[in-house]
């Protein structure tokens, strides 16, 4: 290239500047670029699952239609303006479903995720649809009721054949998909454990709701549904984040404590 002949950006470079150039190419001083494939950290194994449920704000989406069936079925009911029960319940089912496509349109909207709504919508529209051909409200929440005292069935199972739910859990949501912790008999016996703990747990939710069931207290149900399932929820959650770390941790130390060959 002759002089005079550069390009205008390289006539105006100074030789201060190529030379920079110059010294940055030769000792590789470029910032270096993390590989594509290289493994980034995961998330926790709570923030997981948070996540998989939609967060904080899909607890409080999820309660939305369920209070809204409570709160009409309560107003318009014999409790307070004595509409006729098939008219109040109508209202009910309207005000839930209404309200689940209320949400699931304003993340759409928003071009947010959609699929926990579209779940929330399909439970709902099933329990709408049983209360609405019975005439009885207390069906809005069968199905919910039945679907949790299926989960602990599975998950007693899971523990009786020895391949405990909760570790496969662990195993793709923090552990990047490995199952070694059948290797590891210490985490074995946690997960085991644990697994009967959310057994135990989901029974008390699907329990006191079958028992309010068998006595006809539809609004009751409602009610335990939002202020007591998503508490013992978190608590159990907790509490199983809490106890697997407590096993790594302890074994991570014991690791390092080991004389090295």
């Not at 309660?63 to 307070?80: C, D, I, K, R, T």
């Not at 209202?91 to 947010?112: N, P």
């Not at 709504?117 to 099933?126: D, H, Y």
């Not at 644990?194 to 207290?217: I, K, P």
């Amino acid at each position: 290239m002759t002089p005079g002949s550069e390009p205008r950006h390289a006539a105006h470079e100074t030789v201060e500047e190529r030379v920079a150039e110059e010294v940055v190419e030769e000792l590789d001083l470029h910032p270096v670029k993390p590989a594509q494939d290289e493994e980034e950290p995961l998330p926790s194994m709570s923030e997981q699952i948070s996540e998989q449920l939609g967060g904080v704000r899909g607890l409080i989406e999820s309660s939305v239609p369920v209070l809204a069936f409570v709160l009409l079925n309560v107003l318009l009911g014999e409790s307070v303006l004595d509409l006729p029960k098939k008219t109040a319940l109508a209202w009910a089912i309207g005000g839930s479903v209404g309200s689940a496509l209320v949400i699931g349109a304003y993340r759409l909207s928003r071009k947010e995720p959609i699929r926990h709504a579209v779940n929330g919508l399909f439970g709902i529209a099933i329990g709408a649809f049983l209360a609405w051909r019975t005439g009885d409200a207390k069906n809005f929440y069968l199905p919910g009721i039945l679907l949790t005292l299926g989960q602990v069935v599975v998950l007693i199972g899971s523990v009786a054949v020895r391949r405990p739910i909760i570790g496969y859990v662990w195993g793709v949501l923090a552990n990047g998909g490995k199952h070694d912790w059948f290797d590891n008999p210490r985490l074995f016996r946690t997960f085991q454990w644990l697994t009967l703990v959310w057994a135990a747990s989901l029974f008390v939710r699907a329990g006191v709701q079958g028992w309010l069931w068998l006595a006809d207290e539809a609004n009751a149900i409602g009610l335990v549904r939002v202020l007591i399932s998503w508490p013992i929820y978190a608590a159990t959650l907790a509490f199983t984040a809490w106890a697997v770390h407590r096993v790594t941790a302890a074994q991570a130390a014991e690791q390092e404590q080991q004389p090295t060959s």
